[in-house]
């Protein structure tokens, strides 16, 4: 009997050691995955906060995560979308039509980062807005390299572009983005530089809410100088946010032209503000030109690419005799098939110009 327990005691002493052997080599793959990327030569980037961010050498193997979802179109016009694992969406309608492969990625959402979905995907990197401090801490601390994004002017939105291009290893593709998008300004530039400085519209841009505006710092804002307008909101303020000022306010500035954002939906109708008998006496009503900026499948305001596409709109809003609708139709055309390989019509992007 003291053998037979001595036997079987012998062989569970065995058992438990292969086990904790077995344990202690089984590594989760992905650990592995990442592991071998990050072996040899490494490469230094530098983030939107001027942080040093160490990336292996050979970038071009790593994947994507992002929980800024303006940055999801940026991927998409990097065409990159086979590398992006988890992603958050603003807009997957427009996404679907330029890129089918980049909508199947996992969605993390926004501002409040699923990190129990992130960390079963495990990506290489993650993107994310540079005032998120709290996923920022979090995602690190899964083992995760963090790079920080902010995309709020013109200038910010080609950064990001640079940034990306530098931590995925397509910064060929990031160059040719900026070169067009620094072409186009250029090109924009020229025909408002010919407006007379007598002749400049007083203009607005108004948020998904009656009485809230694009600020001074704002991308709209910037959008609206640089079509050629006098901004009204000049020195008004909320941290790039959108800032309530009212309708008095609105009412007292009595803009030439009021632009509704399409960056988000609207708790308006534009034609129930045609019929409403207190905008009646404003001169952007009684001229006709209260309108929402397009398009319906692709926002023109939001900080990405197709700012350069809201900005045009703008002009030939408001100069037509410096942009005319055929010229823009064109831009708008070429953009796509610059920046996302398709031919777009408008009835498809949901554009009107009349």
Known sequence: MKRTVSLLLALLILLSAAACSNSANKEPKLNKDRAEKTRGPSITVKDSAGLDVKLPQNTNKLTASSSYAVVTPYFAALKMSDRVMAAAFKNKAFLSLVDPVIVQAGNIGTGN???ELLAKIGPDVFICKETEKKDIEAVRKLGITVVTV????AQDVMK????????FGV???????VEYINSKLEMIDG???????????TAVVMSSEIGRVAGGDMLQAEMLKRA?????????SNKFNWSAVGMEKIFEWNPDFIFATSSSVLNYRVDDLYKDKSWSAMKAVLNKNLIQIPAKKDSWDLPGPAFILG??????????QYLSNETLKAQID???LFMYGKKLDAKTIGYVLN
């Open 334 to 336: 070429e953009f796509y």
């Open 160 to 167: 990001t572009f640079n940034i990306l291009g530098s931590v």
């Open 191 to 201: 025909m408002v530089n010919k407006i007379p400085k007598d002749k400049r519209k």
């Open 113 to 115: 980062t699923n990190l």
């Open 171 to 177: 910064k060929n593709r990031s160059d040719q983005i």
């Open 150 to 153: 902010n995309a709020e002017t």
């Open 228 to 236: 050629g307008a006098i901004n009204c909101t000049d020195g008004i």
């Open 311 to 320: 900005i045009m709109y703008m002009v030939n809003r408001m100069y037509p």
